[in-house]
């Protein structure tokens, strides 16, 4: 098996081939069925000819086949473009944007199928890709509050962190298959030759069971699932006692969120995580369970604070948007756009700035705003966004989704009343709309675009 880039996963994997690799659809595959599956790919790519350096869109879930398709694809140095069913409505425009040249997609019973675009790549930043027969990651960012960015990645710089064997863990697949934290949770699993739990829905009766039912020790999630888990209960119909970890990121963890967490679960380790599309996903420690509070960065990784702003320099950064303007400084540095707390070593996401809310010159972060609502009984979600004013510039709405059948009056009162001593009055939404339909992405993430 003549490997390159993924010789080291190769044989980590080759020298545990009884261990658990992936559950998936409720069967157990081992690692020596993915050793001899990505083998098989490489002979099907040839067979199939998609040539070395080839765009190509791997639409899939974290089936064992798309796994192994993955990892023969990047050691056959192909630009990958995951993308999942959670964008349906937007797969012709990302194939266009990435100039998809062959599509491999994985049916729901694990078969693949593929078609020739016709395209050929011209992007010069592809085509300097190609011309190093190093692979590639294509990665769409979110979109929640505007239109996606196409961040093109060198996989090998991406790959590099995983050399470094850690901690071996049975871990869930939460985050999807085409987000930076989903390929970051497959590919620590696999280096360190835990096991990969997939979930056919991430819903909070199906993740639950799924945690019980084979042993799960890692949950990487985001703040509004853990916001969903914590209005189902169904933490308590469950035996959750084999989690040792639950990571959160992708938006800022409201605190009420993060407490109620830290005593359903005392034992527990709620850590914060921090990546982006752009640079990939820093270590991170945060100050304890229960804390805001956190040190990111990590071997490959130097961040800086400008005027109250986060800014990071990665060696796995990406080589760039293809399209949109590059977002890095002169001298390499990646703008977040988070705007943040300093504390010693430690930082705390306040927000991103685009999302602040400036009511007459005073400051709103919405997640403060948000992390009070929630604490309201009946307040099942609330997204906070600024609207203007004739008067103050801005002012604070707050959509709320809400279990009681109280009608806005009724809700607005109770509302003032609860937030008078917990919010200074200008944070005090002055605007409330009352929704019924859900206020998060298949992503798991708020939309704040109304």
């Not at 799960?216 to 035996?239: H, Q």
């Not at 270590?283 to 130097?302: A, C, H, P």
């Not at 320099?313 to 300093?342: I, Q, R």
Request: charge should be negative; charged fraction near 25%.
């Amino acid at each position: 098996m003549n490997t390159t880039h993924i010789t080291f996963l190769v044989e980590r994997f080759k020298a545990h081939p009884d261990d658990e690799a992936i559950v998936w659809g409720g069967q157990s595959y081992t690692y020596g069925w993915m050793a001899d599956g990505i083998e098989r790919w490489m002979r099907e790519l040839d067979e199939q000819n998609i040539p070395r350096g080839a765009v190509v869109s791997l639409e899939a879930d974290f089936s064992p086949n798309a796994v192994a398709l993955l990892l023969a694809l990047i050691d056959r140095g192909c630009i990958l473009v995951p993308i999942t069913s959670s964008v349906e409505a937007k797969k012709p425009e990302f194939r266009a944007i990435a100039e998809v040249e062959s599509i491999l997609e994985i049916t729901d019973d694990d078969r693949v199928v593929q078609r020739v675009t016709g395209v050929e790549a011209k992007h010069e930043l592809i085509l300097k890709l190609k011309h190093s027969g190093h692979p590639g990651l294509v990665l769409f960012s979110s979109g929640s509050t505007g239109k996606n960015k196409a961040a093109l990645h060198d996989f090998v710089p991406l790959l590099e962190k995983f050399k470094v064997e850690r901690h071996s863990m049975r871990t869930m697949t939460f985050l999807l298959f085409d987000h930076i934290g989903g390929v970051n949770t497959l590919l620590y699993t696999l280096s360190n030759t835990g096991c990969v739990v997939t979930v056919a829905e991430r819903s909070p009766e199906v993740v639950c069971a799924a945690i019980e039912a084979h042993q799960v020790e890692l949950l990487p999630t985001s703040p509004t699932f853990l916001n969903l888990l914590l209005l189902s209960r169904t933490y308590e119909r469950f035996d959750l006692s084999s989690l040792r970890m639950i990571t959160y990121g992708t938006e800022v963890m409201p605190a009420s969120t993060l407490q109620r967490m830290h005593e359903i679960l005392p034992n527990v380790n709620l850590l914060q995580t921090y990546g982006l599309s752009e640079v990939g996903i820093l270590r991170s420690k945060s100050k304890s369970s229960d804390s805001l509070w956190m040190k990111v960065g990590g071997e490959g990784f130097q961040t800086r604070i400008v005027d109250g702003l986060l800014e990071i320099k990665a060696e796995s950064a990406m080589l760039g948007y293809l399209n949109h303007d590059s977002p890095f400084t002169e001298d390499g540095w990646f703008k977040t756009g988070d705007a943040v707390e300093v504390d010693g070593e430690y930082i705390r996401i306040l927000g991103r700035k685009s999302e602040l809310i400036n009511v007459g010159g005073e400051k709103v972060y919405p997640v403060e705003v948000e992390s009070v609502l929630l604490q309201m009984e009946g307040v099942e979600d609330v997204i906070v966004i600024g609207v203007p004013n004739p008067i103050t510039g801005q002012m604070v709405q707050a959509r709320v989704r809400l279990s009681t059948d109280e009608d806005l009056p009724q809700f607005r009162k109770r509302m003032q009343a609860f937030c008078h001593d917990r919010l200074a009055r200008f944070k005090i939404p002055q605007k409330v709309i009352l929704v019924e339909k859900s206020l998060h992405s298949e992503r798991f993430k708020k939309l704040r675009v109304e």
